[in-house]
């Protein structure tokens, strides 16, 4: 039987917070997400179709460089025959938490491979799980930022800067104002063709799939490099969707069956795609 992997950002979470937020012993989602409400994501209903197994990756909060480093991780276990990647605004980005150089040392620097490493074991899921330290990003209530010691790498939004209530600390600002402009851009476009070679040196199909316009798609699109690309943000708009910040994937029920007859109806290409792989 074939696996989807289910990848990116929060849109790709599984109710109750299934696979990776709990496998990769991801941090709990903050008070009040609904951790009981269980349905069946319109990826889910994907898999079933092409009688495949569904299992998500995907990380709430994070920016398209980490959660395509995380999908590329899995990809290379060959354990997966298609894949749906989320991707996220350019706007996140993340920043390691070392307080001094001395525990950068301890904690970053090893998980740098220099002359006498090789850089390919950066990406093997069992040896180097560094996406297990990806604990939060910010919201503006119930998360007290001075009382959290670890992990040492932290999502961070550009939008950070621009909300006064925002609980970001000095040195997140510090490198979020520091980071070159390009960077937000260049970073998830150059992510986002990785993850795409990656796909087509393995055979395995994927979908693009982003609630987000004006995104890192449409300028990918826009270089003329063709990319399949599911716009499923036009049908929050079309069908009046209520985007819930409390539930894994931000849908109900009902609009993840919406999203999944119009991918089916709108881009039937896609599931020809997928079926051609099984």
């Not at 605004?89 to 070392?98: C, Q």
């Not at 009046?240 to 910040?245: I, T, Y």
Request: aromatic share 12%; charged share 25%.
């Amino acid at each position: 039987m074939g696996r989807l992997l289910i990848a990116g950002d929060s849109f790709g979470e599984l109710s109750g917070y299934r696979n990776h937020i709990t496998s990769a012993n991801y941090a709990e989602p903050q008070k009040g997400y609904n951790y009981d409400k269980q349905f069946k994501h319109w990826c889910e209903l994907l898999a079933e179709d092409l009688g495949y197994t569904a299992e998500s990756h995907a990380i709430g909060g994070a920016g398209v460089s980490s959660s395509a480093f995380v999908a590329m991780q899995q990809l290379l276990t060959n354990k997966y025959s298609v894949c749906v990647f989320f991707v996220s605004h350019h706007e996140r980005t993340m920043s390691n938490r070392a307080q001094s150089h001395r525990e950068w040392l301890q904690e970053i620097k090893p998980n740098i491979q220099f002359e006498d490493g090789t850089p390919e074991q950066l990406y093997d899921a069992e040896r180097h799980q560094l996406y297990k330290t990806y604990k939060h990003h910010y919201h503006r209530e119930g998360l007290d930022l001075l009382e959290i010691r670890e992990p040492q790498v932290a999502h961070l939004n550009i939008r950070d800067i621009e909300d006064t209530d925002a609980e970001a600390t000095e040195a997140d600002l510090n490198y979020l104002t520091h980071k070159p402009a390009y960077s937000y851009t260049h970073d998830a476009v150059t992510s986002v063709l990785g993850l795409k070679a990656l796909c087509d040196a393995k055979g395995i199909p994927v979908v693009f799939a982003s609630c987000f316009s004006g995104s890192i798609m449409d300028a990918i699109n826009n270089m003329g490099i063709n990319i399949q690309h599911f716009k499923f943000f036009e049908l929050e708009a079309k069908h009046n969707f209520d985007v819930r910040h409390d539930f894994p994937s931000h849908y109900n029920e009902a609009e993840h069956n919406i999203i999944y007859t119009e991918f089916k109806n709108s881009y039937p290409e896609f599931i020809k795609l997928y079926k051609q792989n099984d």
